[in-house]
């Protein structure tokens, strides 16, 4: 036995290399199974820290949409109407 695969055949078709992927995908089944609980346990507080991120990122888009302007600015979404 040479060790060399015939032409055509991949390394992942070897015999070795179904074991390599049998053992691979039981580890990854484990780890999800194991792993899930404290994902899901953290991800309340993920949406809670990315709130002040939100107000942040989103904060220098003021008066860039309509109904957002200063008042008594004049035109289409902006100003209050007072004054007129």
Do not use: K, N, Q
């Amino acid at each position: 036995m040479s060790g060399e695969l015939p032409e055509g055949r991949s390394w992942l078709r070897s015999r070795s290399g179904v074991v390599l992927l049998a053992f691979l995908g039981i580890g990854a089944f484990f780890v999800i199974t194991e792993h899930t609980a404290h994902v899901l346990g953290v991800l309340p507080y993920l949406f809670l820290l990315a709130c002040p991120l939100l107000h942040l990122l989103h904060g220098g888009h003021r008066g860039g949409h309509g109904g957002h302007g200063t008042p008594g600015e004049d035109g289409p979404g902006g100003g209050t109407g007072e004054g007129r």
